[in-house]
């Protein structure tokens, strides 16, 4: 008998990162399951956690590099070793980069992996400011939406693991879809069968989608929105709530700014001006509107599908401000915003400049890509010297000051602005370029 373990893993076939417990044989993994100590998954794992194994060992997984060898499309290839593969790519790599610039090779990733910082760091090395991939689609709108409207980068998330001591009693899911995969899935961190669960202890529960997700079917409110239309039905459901004087009046008079600036931004949009837009009944919008003000705590579960809408970072900022007005935020079973635990070291561009790499990319080769074009401006060799000295330092500034500066401005939304005021540029510190301007 071979000497077994049990090694406690997190799965990352999904963005659920469910904790899990990888049985081991030798050296072999012999069974995948969920870890029951886990204070978000709690022992839950899906079927395709569990399989996640068969991808390790499966017979066609590619192990070594391969060289095409037949025409486009054939699907011939040769094995060829690590070292030919990376002389290839270096060899046609250089060739770009001597014959038309580094500016001329382009980089995109897809979404949060461990290794992307790894392509940000080649790009930098290579000399190239053109990295980039698909966040403006998925997931950044409503980071952006978050440090803009309450001044931090954590999204809140739906308090279904009941942490303050209660669960949700109204639970609205807008545009996200984790409970009806087979076997359940996840998104943005939160596991599909806790959700489920809390649906299920739910007095009332709303479903925001144009398609009838399982969670519709025993839903209170489903409203079968037109896809894309998700902001004018957040602005429509502020309206009622603002009218029928639902908001949680001592909630908007401590910690919000500008409610009365909201007031008359709203005014316009009724749920009747929604109606033939979003094509609900002016009516279910109503009814809806008044159960997630009225029952409570109250959550939103949102997805991907609030990135993917039209206008996604007002959309965004909508759902944060019927959060917000309805005195469901940071509250037990509301919506909460997670603290980082003390002491964890995390991969983000702004904390772990050192590994990412983005630290060093010379700040002006952003400032090319995004603002400035010195050529065409005809500017002097002596001005661009100034800028680029500024720039740098500015750049010294953002990483050993950050967080000073985020203090003083009391908010990082606020911190940013500044840095972007003092940086004379369009794009507050973006530490990839724009995704649609590089398209
Ligand atoms: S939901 Fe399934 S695939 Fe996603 S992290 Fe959890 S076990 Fe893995």
């Given at each position: 008998m071979q000497n077994t373990r049990i090694i406690k893993s997190a799965c990352r076939m999904c963005h659920g990162v469910c904790q899990v417990l990888v049985h081991m044989e030798g050296e072999r993994v012999v069974k995948i399951t969920g870890d029951p100590?886990?204070?978000?998954?709690?022992g839950y794992i899906c079927r395709k956690g569990a399989a996640s194994m068969e991808l390790l060992y499966h017979p066609d997984r590619v192990l070594q590099p391969l060289r095409r060898v037949?025409?486009?499309?054939?699907?011939k290839w040769a094995p060829i070793s690590w070292d030919e593969a990376l002389d290839e790519m270096a060899e046609r790599l250089l060739k770009i980069k001597k014959e038309s610039g580094p500016q001329y090779f382009g980089m995109m990733h897809g979404t949060g992996r461990p290794y992307e910082n790894l392509g940000a760091r080649f790009a930098n090395a290579f000399g190239t400011p053109n990295f980039t991939g698909v966040a403006h689609i998925c997931f950044w709108p409503r980071v952006y939406a978050n440090i803009m409207t309450?001044?931090?980068?954590e999204l809140p998330v739906c308090d279904v693991y009941g942490q303050g001591g209660v669960e949700p009693q109204c639970v609205m899911i807008w545009g996200?879809?984790?409970?009806?995969?087979k076997g359940h899935n996840s998104s943005d961190g939160m596991c599909g069968a806790t959700l489920q669960k809390a649906i299920k202890n739910a007095q009332k529960v709303i479903v925001v989608d144009p398609r009838r997700i399982?969670?519709?079917?025993?839903?209170?409110?489903?409203?079968?929105?037109?896809?894309?239309?998700d902001g004018a039905l957040a602005l429509a459901m502020i309206n009622v709530i603002i009218v029928e004087d639902l908001i949680d009046r001592e909630f908007v008079n401590k910690y919000t700014v500008g409610f009365d600036r909201l007031l008359e931004h709203i005014k316009h949009f009724s749920p009747e001006w929604a109606e033939e837009i979003v094509g609900v009944g002016a009516e279910d919008i109503r009814v809806a509107a008044r159960t997630y003000a009225t029952v409570k705590p109250a959550c939103i579960q949102w997805g991907n599908a609030v990135d993917q809408s039209m206008c996604n970072f007002h959309t965004a900022r909508s759902l944060l401000i019927l959060r917000v007005i309805t005195g469901n935020l940071h509250v037990p079973g509301g919506d909460i915003v997670f603290e980082r635990p003390q002491g964890l070291r995390v991969k983000f561009p702004y904390l772990d400049v050192d590994f990412s790499g983005f630290r060093f990319m010379p700040l002006q080769n952003y400032q090319y890509a995004l603002d400035r074009d010195y050529e065409k401006q005809n500017i002097s060799s002596t001005k661009r010297f100034i800028q680029d000295r500024s720039l740098q330092f500015l750049d010294f500034l953002k990483y050993n000051f950050y967080p000073l500066l985020r203090k003083i401005s009391q908010g990082e939304g606020a911190a940013l602005k500044l840095m972007a005021e003092l940086k004379g540029?369009?794009?507050?510190?973006?530490?990839?370029?724009h995704p649609p301007t590089f398209w």
């Amino acid at each position: 008998m071979q000497n077994t373990r049990i090694i406690k893993s997190a799965c990352r076939m999904c963005h659920g990162v469910c904790q899990v417990l990888v049985h081991m044989e030798g050296e072999r993994v012999v069974k995948i399951t969920g870890d029951p100590e886990s204070p978000t998954s709690r022992g839950y794992i899906c079927r395709k956690g569990a399989a996640s194994m068969e991808l390790l060992y499966h017979p066609d997984r590619v192990l070594q590099p391969l060289r095409r060898v037949g025409k486009r499309g054939e699907n011939k290839w040769a094995p060829i070793s690590w070292d030919e593969a990376l002389d290839e790519m270096a060899e046609r790599l250089l060739k770009i980069k001597k014959e038309s610039g580094p500016q001329y090779f382009g980089m995109m990733h897809g979404t949060g992996r461990p290794y992307e910082n790894l392509g940000a760091r080649f790009a930098n090395a290579f000399g190239t400011p053109n990295f980039t991939g698909v966040a403006h689609i998925c997931f950044w709108p409503r980071v952006y939406a978050n440090i803009m409207t309450q001044g931090m980068s954590e999204l809140p998330v739906c308090d279904v693991y009941g942490q303050g001591g209660v669960e949700p009693q109204c639970v609205m899911i807008w545009g996200c879809n984790i409970t009806g995969a087979k076997g359940h899935n996840s998104s943005d961190g939160m596991c599909g069968a806790t959700l489920q669960k809390a649906i299920k202890n739910a007095q009332k529960v709303i479903v925001v989608d144009p398609r009838r997700i399982s969670p519709a079917e025993n839903a209170d409110h489903w409203l079968q929105l037109r896809p894309g239309t998700d902001g004018a039905l957040a602005l429509a459901m502020i309206n009622v709530i603002i009218v029928e004087d639902l908001i949680d009046r001592e909630f908007v008079n401590k910690y919000t700014v500008g409610f009365d600036r909201l007031l008359e931004h709203i005014k316009h949009f009724s749920p009747e001006w929604a109606e033939e837009i979003v094509g609900v009944g002016a009516e279910d919008i109503r009814v809806a509107a008044r159960t997630y003000a009225t029952v409570k705590p109250a959550c939103i579960q949102w997805g991907n599908a609030v990135d993917q809408s039209m206008c996604n970072f007002h959309t965004a900022r909508s759902l944060l401000i019927l959060r917000v007005i309805t005195g469901n935020l940071h509250v037990p079973g509301g919506d909460i915003v997670f603290e980082r635990p003390q002491g964890l070291r995390v991969k983000f561009p702004y904390l772990d400049v050192d590994f990412s790499g983005f630290r060093f990319m010379p700040l002006q080769n952003y400032q090319y890509a995004l603002d400035r074009d010195y050529e065409k401006q005809n500017i002097s060799s002596t001005k661009r010297f100034i800028q680029d000295r500024s720039l740098q330092f500015l750049d010294f500034l953002k990483y050993n000051f950050y967080p000073l500066l985020r203090k003083i401005s009391q908010g990082e939304g606020a911190a940013l602005k500044l840095m972007a005021e003092l940086k004379g540029s369009s794009y507050p510190l973006s530490p990839a370029i724009h995704p649609p301007t590089f398209w």
